[in-house]
């Protein structure tokens, strides 16, 4: 069974403090994604990466930077956690960019994040 | 620019009832068209996919979707719905060198 896994489920980070969130997938795809969740707002795209070492801002980068260095691995870093950054973080793989392909993106369960 | 549109943020139907979410999308070209559905704390789960032919696409739990590129439409549809089906759904869209773009979510509950 293909997987994307999230390192934590929940998270609570004080203000100013630098955050990493985990994602790892088993696919050998080369896509990844880290999305935000918020209610009334859906999914907004923060930034994505379609190959190691590469990556494009999304809609929403402002505050946040990525990492990756293997292709099964992309990290989101919160250089400085601040309250508006509370949030369910949702990490994707996909083989294609724009998800055409069998399984689309394939998500993670989320790291709900708060910031106190 | 491209955009998703899910005109109803909030849907309750009756157990058994049947359902339509809609979905209408701004875009140049013929995208990728998407439903996913997620559970309470959970992650989203693909439903069904459109890529090209047939205009009515079968997805997972009985449910399905038609494209219509008349409308700019890819509405979802379950002919009776039951409690499980109680969840978020989102409607995504996507094409060529873009990441898929998600709609604001559809909030669907059951009632018995």
């Known amino acids: 069974d293909v997987k994307v896994t999230q390192s934590s489920r929940y998270l609570v980070k004080r203000t100013g403090e630098k955050v990493f969130l985990e994602c790892v997938q088993d696919m050998d795809h080369e896509n990844m994604f880290w999305y935000r969740q918020d209610p009334g707002l859906g999914l907004r795209l923060i930034y994505f990466s379609y190959d190691v070492k590469m990556k494009e801002k999304g809609d929403i980068p402002e505050g946040y930077s990525v990492s990756r260095e293997k292709k099964e691995r992309f990290s989101l870093i919160l250089e400085s956690a601040s309250t508006n950054q509370t949030s369910m973080y949702l990490c994707?793989?996909?083989?294609?960019?724009?998800?055409?392909?069998?399984?689309?993106?394939?998500f993670g369960s989320g790291t709900r994040l708060t910031v106190v | 620019a491209q955009s998703v549109t899910q005109p109803d943020i909030h849907i309750t139907v009756s157990e058994g009832a049947s359902l339509e979410l809609r979905c209408n999308y701004s875009?140049?070209?013929?995208?990728?068209l998407f439903w996913y559905v997620q559970s309470p704390g959970q992650g989203l789960q693909l439903l069904l996919k459109y890529f090209s032919g047939d205009t009515l696409v079968q997805g997972i739990k009985g449910f399905e979707a038609e494209f219509k590129r008349s409308q700019s439409s890819f509405n979802l549809r379950k002919p009776s719905v039951h409690w499980s089906d109680a969840a978020e759904y989102f409607c995504a869209v996507g094409a060529g060198g873009t990441a898929l773009i998600f709609g604001k979510g559809t909030t669907l509950s059951v009632s018995s």
């Open positions: 875009y140049g070209a013929t995208p990728y």
């Open positions: 994707a793989s996909s083989l294609l960019l724009a998800g055409g392909s069998d399984y689309g993106y394939t």
